[in-house]
């Protein structure tokens, strides 16, 4: 399976679900139905991740800005592409990247392999797609503004990265793989493009374990009923 095949199966539930799932079911119900909006960060990052793990060149847009009718039929056409602004930073970002002590870690595996299977306890039928996986460990790569331990933790809160560790390696050891541990690659996208490393806890683990089962059992419920809630209904009282 090709990673754009990936993307259009709607139904088994992925750690992006399990996010709009865990802020209410009608927030997930809604995101099936809607238009997915591709951010500057998210296609950067992902065209970058191309070149790192694949070696994939980039296709390099050949405008400089969007204004003309030409040059926005072309980007409607094109998903994966560097703006001519931004291929200087990739280049930067991969010498930085292959100067650091994670360049050795990222070799000898697979880039981009669906993994699918169901989950055990809940009976949901579940997907993944780890970046890169070795025999012994799953690394997820991530570009950001600031890769500090504290701005990083913040992040695994607000965006549920503690679940993607959870879920892939769930999800891997379902489908018998032998990558039993889950390491975040962190890579700056300012000057010096630093690149840090990290791996949650066992108890961080089981609490993201605990929280994506939750949205399981919640997704579980809700498509017996076809009955899809939004917040919880009545005046609730929030402790601040």
Known sequence: MKPTDYHSITDRISRSNVMKLLKSPAHYQASLSAEHKDSDAMRFGRVYDQFLLEQIPPTICPFDSFRSKEAREWRD???????????????????????????????????????????????VPCRALPDYLTSPVCYDLKTTNDASPEAFRYSCIKYGYDIQDAMYLDGLAAIGHTARD?????????????????RLSEESREEARMKYRDAL????????????????????????
């Open 182 to 198: 889950f390491v975040f690659v962190v890579q700056e996208i300012e000057a010096p493009y630093t690149v840090a490393m990290y």
């Open 77 to 123: 056409t094109h998903t994966d592409y560097l703006k001519p602004s931004e291929e200087e930073l990739m280049q930067d970002m991969y010498t930085a990247f292959m100067l650091s002590e994670a360049a050795p870690l990222i070799q000898g595996g697979s880039a981009q392999a669906p993994v699918l299977w169901t989950d055990e306890v809940t009976g």
């Open 217 to 240: 059992k919640l997704y579980a419920k809700c498509q017996e009923r076809d009955e899809w809630p939004g917040y919880t209904d009545g005046i609730e009282e929030i402790v601040i």
